[in-house]
Structures are given as structure tokens and as C-alpha cells.
């Protein structure tokens, strides 16, 4: 059984960096699409960025921080930098396994989510 | 920033039937996209209820079923137990700008 778990710095400054890493357990980074998805206070879930195991990455076009998204094999840790960050990125952020083809993706593993503040 | 709409709340007494409605455009839904359903209680990740619009994963309860229809889909809960009270998100693909995934607006049900 595949396990998620989101790690990071808890409050962020505005205008900072938001990192946070997932840990995986129990499977391989080398297969389907590792993603991050946040929900914000009183606000339903909002899909962030993907990688996937070939290398190829990609970003919700609505989202104007700069995101990258990188994964460590050695480690099978996906990462997540969100630049510029401000009081509207505070937000619990999940770390999700995606399966199936591109356009019909499933996210079937989820972690129980990191909650980040972006506060002064 | 959603572009599928789900109805706020619903509920019903144990061991009723209640159904969540999800909809979406000819961007999503209505472009053939497969839709999927979690469901997601307070301090976890959301659980995947059906996936590819009707198939429940393994260790889901048949009570729980999917529909689509043009550019809407529906989740249907029958037999609603006390363990159901959790809020339902409706998930697809959307063509539109460079392409993504987009979650419904959610719905809490309660169980009365």
C-alpha cells in the first residue's frame, strides 16, 4: 500500500518560498504522476502541478507564483517551491499519487496534508 | 476559481438515498473527460470514491455510484449511514488555457 507523507516549514513569510517535500513509502516515484494540490481555508481542493516519471512536468495555468516541481529518487521524495508566495497561498497541501492516462488522470493516494501559513 | 458546480449541501435521514450533482462545460465534462469522486473527511486526504465516471474502487461500498450525463455528472449515496457525513468533491480534466485538473466546489452531507 502506497503511503504519502507531506513534510515543511509550517509559516512562511510573504513574498518567500514555500517548499515542502512528499515522501513516498511503500511504492516508487518511477511510475505515475506525483502531484500537489491544496485546499485553502473554506475552500474546496485546487490542483497545483504535476511530475511525472519521465521527467515531464506541468502547472495549473491559473496559479501566477512560479512552481517547481522536482523529484529525488534515491529518496522517492517529490518536491514542491511555490515563489512569491502571499496570505492567499495559505492552504493545507496534499501530496497525491495520479494514475491512468493524462487526460483522465485518478488520484487514488493521498497524504494527510500539510498546513501552511503565509504570514508576516 | 472552480468551474464545476456543486450544490453546497445536502442531507437526509439514515438509510435514505441522496444524490451530488457536478457541473461542468463543454471544457470538462461535456468534452468527454472521465469524471471521478473523493470523499474527504476532516484532517485527512480526500478518499477516491469512483473513478472513470461509474467504477468504485476496490473497498468501496456499492452504496456509493456514479453517473454522467452531457455535461454534468451525479454521485448517488443509498443506505446514507452516519459515517457518510463528510464533504464530496466531483474531479476531471479541462482542455481549456494549457490544460488541467479542476475539483468541484464540494458538497457536505449530513446525515440527520
Known amino acids: 500500500q502506497v503511503r504519502l507523507q507531506e513534510s515543511g516549514p509550517g509559516l512562511v513569510k510573504p513574498s518567500e518560498t514555500l517548499s515542502l517535500t512528499c515522501t513516498v513509502s511503500g511504492g516508487s516515484v518511477n511510475y505515475d504522476y506525483w502531484t500537489w494540490i491544496r485546499q485553502s481555508p473554506g475552500k474546496g481542493l485546487e490542483w497545483i502541478a504535476f511530475?511525472?516519471?519521465?521527467?515531464?512536468?506541468h502547472k495549473n495555468p491559473s496559479i501566477k507564483n512560479p512552481v517547481t516541481i522536482s523529484f529525488d529518487s534515491s529518496r522517492n521524495e517529490i518536491s514542491l517551491k511555490l515563489r512569491s508566495v502571499t496570505a492567499a497561498d495559505t492552504a493545507v497541501y496534499f501530496c497525491a499519487e495520479g494514475r491512468g492516462h493524462y487526460l483522465s488522470l485518478v488520484f487514488d493516494h493521498w497524504g494527510q496534508g500539510a498546513l501552511v501559513t503565509v504570514s508576516s | 476559481q472552480s468551474v464545476l458546480t456543486q450544490p453546497p449541501s445536502v442531507s437526509g435521514a439514515p438509510g435514505q438515498r441522496v444524490t451530488i450533482s457536478c457541473t461542468g462545460s463543454g471544457s470538462n465534462i461535456g468534452a468527454g473527460y472521465t469524471v471521478q469522486w473523493y470523499q474527504h473527511l476532516p484532517g485527512a486526504g480526500p478518499k477516491l470514491l469512483i473513478f472513470?465516471?461509474?467504477d468504485r474502487p476496490s473497498g468501496v461500498p456499492d452504496r456509493f455510484s456514479g453517473s454522467k450525463s452531457g455535461t454534468s455528472a451525479s454521485l448517488a449515496i443509498t443506505g446514507l449511514r452516519a459515517e457518510d457525513e463528510a464533504d464530496y468533491y466531483c474531479?476531471?480534466?479541462?482542455?481549456?488555457?494549457?490544460?488541467?485538473?479542476?475539483f468541484g466546489t464540494g458538497t457536505k452531507v449530513t446525515v440527520l
Open positions: 474531479q476531471t480534466y479541462d482542455h481549456s488555457l494549457d490544460g488541467y485538473y479542476v
Open positions: 472513470g465516471n461509474t
Open positions: 511530475y511525472h516519471y519521465t521527467g515531464s512536468t
